[in-house]
Nanobody
Framework: QAQVVESGGGSVQAGGSLTLSCQVL?????VGWFRQAPGKEREKVAR????????????AYADSVEGRFTISHDNAKGTVDLLMTNLQPEDTGKYYC??????????????????????WGPGTQVTVSS
């Protein structure tokens, strides 16, 4: 059974929206979304620590997507979703979900900082045209 599986990619015009979904196993508590454009390095997009009652502190975003993207956890479905609004051509790339089981939010922050995740999905393509 795959640890992480992404879905929801596609093609949209600038200003449009997409929602990506990451199916993770039940013991996952730290999830990050990353993206990679052709010829560029993989970059952080957003992360969430799911085992918390403090939603604000559990989330973090790259400056480039702050205010446009929202990461959330659906406990019933076992997914971590990334709602992307006002998409721009520079958002184009392959989006990857990564997962890790950690016991506290500080460890999730460290994992995010170091891009230290043991489980990665195959990625889903997002293409934004101008």
């Amino acid at each position: 059974q795959a640890q992480v599986v992404e879905s929801g990619g596609g093609s949209v015009q600038a200003g449009g929206s997409l929602t990506l979904s990451c199916q993770v196993l039940a013991d996952t508590t730290c999830v990050g979304w990353f993206r990679q454009a052709p010829g560029k390095e993989r970059e952080k997009v957003a992360r969430i620590y799911t085992y918390t009652y403090l939603p604000t502190s559990a989330r973090a975003y790259a400056d480039s997507v702050e205010g446009r993207f929202t990461i959330s956890h659906d406990n019933a479905k076992g997914t971590v979703d990334l709602l992307m609004t006002n998409l721009q051509p520079e958002d184009t790339g392959k989006y990857y979900c990564a997962a890790k089981a950690v016991s506290q939010i500080g460890l999730c922050v460290i994992a995010w900082s170091r891009i230290d995740f043991p489980h990665w999905g195959p990625g889903t393509q997002v293409t934004v045209s101008s």
